[in-house]
């Protein structure tokens, strides 16, 4: 099984796997399509930018979407997330199409419907296409940020990162052993992933591919020094009870202002800033308790606290945990 993945970049409140990846020292996103498929063939797995020549329409029709309204238009985004996994030379794609506050689809059914547009341009096209509908009323997992999500995927490929993420992961790892023949059931995949996870086997290869695409792995020595940043507040919560609601869109706009993200093209990224969570949905907090810690390398403000404690809704009753895994299409 060969994994060859093209990512994108951040705009608004959403990352980019890309900025993510360019905390790590020295990776490459931007590599030639010879180098692409070499390290592909070499290693099974690499993960790029778009290149100017792949999918080039792609780049051309998003540029106008931006300017014509239609950056929401369903057909168009099916378009265009199918477009690049079909000149990425994938035989069978998973996807992970999010619903709920923070996605860009905003219910199930709309991301269903997505799900299953990009599900027929596959089948047109004799590809094995599985569509996982995952819920992102709350953020996945507990850092949001670039070098704190890469963080974050360390610690999880170390055993030792949050459930929701691991779920997820071991989830769609299962459906791509078995789109490509590794596994004969979504059971044995699994199976399969899990046991990588155990065994180490699966950081060996995220070494392994850093280091083929020019990444310096000695951070890994230090993950602590990795995501230090000039400035931290620690932001307490003004009331208790149970965290009811945790608006996965306002800590998307908390960390972005941070200056984790980009609100134009040019705005160059703090690889350092963002939002480290102590509490999300179902969890009581006590008056006073740390609700979570803001990082960034610039002056973090009385404005950033204030949206970031907006984002919570803290409620006096028990809260029921949302299902990560809405449908598998």
């Known amino acids: 099984g060969k994994v060859a993945?093209?990512?994108?970049?951040g705009l608004g409140h959403t990352g980019g796997t890309?900025?993510?990846?360019?905390?790590?020292?020295?990776?490459?996103?931007?590599?030639?399509n010879q180098t692409f498929i070499d390290q592909v063939n070499d290693i099974n797995v690499a993960l790029v930018g778009q290149t100017g020549n792949l999918v080039y329409a792609d780049k051309v029709i998003y540029a106008l979407r931006d300017v014509t309204g239609t950056v929401q238009s369903l057909p168009l985004i099916a378009a265009s997330i199918m477009s690049k996994k079909i000149a990425g030379g994938a035989d069978s794609i998973v996807l992970d199409v999010k619903f709920g506050e923070g996605a860009f689809m905003k219910d199930v059914e709309s991301a269903?419907?997505?799900a299953e547009t990009m599900i027929a341009i596959g089948k047109n096209l004799d590809r094995d296409v599985t569509a996982l509908l995952t819920n992102m009323n709350q953020p996945l997992g507990y850092h949001i940020g670039n070098a704190l999500e890469v963080y974050e995927s360390i610690k999880t490929l170390q055993n030792e990162g949050p459930k929701d993420l691991e779920e997820l992961c071991l989830v769609a790892s299962g459906y791509m052993l078995l789109h490509g023949n590794i596994a004969d059931s979504f059971e044995e995949g699994y199976k399969i992933a899990k046991q990588s996870l155990e065994d180490g086997s699966?950081?060996?290869?995220?070494?392994?591919?850093?280091t083929a695409q020019g990444g310096d792995i000695s951070f890994l020595d230090d993950l602590d020094a990795f995501i230090e940043s000039n400035y931290k507040v620690e932001v307490r919560?003004?009331?208790?009870?149970?965290v009811d609601d945790l608006k996965a869109l306002e800590l998307g706009m908390t960390s972005l202002h941070l200056g984790a993200g980009r609100s134009t093209v040019e705005d160059v990224i703090d690889?350092?800033?963002?939002i480290i969570l102590n509490k999300?949905?179902?969890?009581?907090?006590?008056?006073?308790?740390?609700?979570?810690?803001?990082?960034?390398?610039?002056?973090i403000e009385e404005s950033h606290i204030e949206e970031f404690k907006a984002a919570f809704i803290i409620s006096e009753g028990k809260v029921e945990i949302p299902k990560l895994i809405e449908y598998v299409l």
């Open 5 to 9: 993945k093209m990512s994108g970049r």
């Open 18 to 32: 890309l900025d993510k990846l360019e905390s790590i020292s020295g990776y490459q996103v931007e590599i030639d």
């Open 112 to 114: 269903k419907a997505l």
């Open 202 to 210: 699966a950081f060996d290869k995220f070494k392994e591919w850093i």
């Open 237 to 242: 919560s003004d009331v208790s009870g149970y």
């Open 271 to 274: 690889m350092k800033a963002g």
């Open 280 to 299: 999300k949905i179902g969890d009581y907090v006590e008056k006073g308790e740390v609700l979570g810690t803001l990082l960034s390398n610039s002056e």
